[in-house]
């Protein structure tokens, strides 16, 4: 139970708009774009889901969040992910890395 209430965990889980294609291997190359009017690419998004801090959470920085959504557009067959809602830890709020990421599927095949 301790490594659960320590553990930085998607307070949403993931959510399918599309479905994908294949995964891919763990550790797969994945783009990373800050939410922003325009992506460089064409893209569809496949599903989102959050990082929130639900609270006693300590291993919870940036890194063990963009890994666990790394991880997550792998296994759903993702190009990219767009972190939207990005909260960094703060003195006077949670001491955790919090955002959303879309899963983005590349359409412009001919310009990858």
Request: charged share 20%; aromatic share 8%.
């Amino acid at each position: 139970m301790i490594i659960f209430i320590c553990s930085c965990s998607a307070s949403t889980p993931y959510v399918a708009y599309q479905s994908s294609g294949s995964s891919k291997p763990e550790g797969c190359n994945i783009d990373v774009y800050i939410d922003g009017p325009e992506l460089p690419r064409k893209t569809i998004v496949l599903g989102e889901m959050q990082i929130r801090d639900v609270g006693f959470n300590t291993n919870c920085g940036a890194d063990v969040a963009l890994k666990e959504f790394k991880s997550k557009a792998c296994s759903v067959g993702a190009d990219a992910i767009q972190l939207f809602n990005v909260r960094l830890p703060s003195l006077t709020g949670s001491k955790c890395y919090q955002a959303g990421a879309r899963f983005l599927m590349y359409t412009d095949v001919a310009n990858k």
